[in-house]
């Protein structure tokens, strides 16, 4: 019984590092190619507020931390990138940040990902 009992713990030990060291507690990744795991660690090895997660077509996605007003906090960096490429910020409507250049519209959309974590998937080219 004791050995049955150990082996059921055992295993429970096993799956509980399992899903620590992988990150399978947080949210579906929102970017097909990359796991919770490698978005963590793309922010935590970078020195930037915003960093670059993947770049597709027509989308590209960033993650950013949460401070303590949240989204906010969020909004203004990804605010201080865009508007370093030129972009003009003009107005934010639910999750989307709207921004206008030459006569373009780029929209930042912006979804808590966890408590202390952003993805932004900015729609367009920057």
């Known amino acids: 019984m004791k050995k049955i009992l150990l082996?059921?713990?055992?295993?429970?030990?096993?799956?509980?590092?399992?899903?620590?060291?992988?990150?399978?507690?947080?949210?579906?990744?929102?970017?097909?190619?990359?796991?919770?795991?490698?978005?963590?660690?793309?922010?935590?090895?970078s020195d930037e507020k915003v960093v670059l997660l993947s770049k597709e077509e027509d989308n590209t996605w960033y993650i950013t931390k949460s401070n303590n007003n949240g989204?906010?906090?969020?909004?203004?960096?990804?605010?201080k990138m865009i508007s370093s490429k030129g972009w003009s910020f003009k107005e934010k409507d639910g999750n989307g940040l709207?921004?206008?250049?030459?006569?373009?519209?780029?929209?930042?959309?912006?979804?808590?990902?966890t408590k202390k974590y952003v993805i932004v998937q900015v729609s367009g080219q920057l």
């Open 7 to 45: 082996g059921i713990i055992a295993i429970i030990a096993i799956l509980g590092l399992l899903i620590f060291v992988n990150k399978w507690y947080y949210p579906q990744s929102p970017v097909d190619n990359l796991s919770q795991k490698e978005i963590l660690n793309k922010l935590n090895n």
């Open 71 to 79: 989204i906010l906090d969020a909004d203004e960096e990804i605010k």
């Open 98 to 113: 709207f921004f206008e250049k030459d006569g373009e519209t780029l929209i930042a959309s912006t979804q808590m990902w």
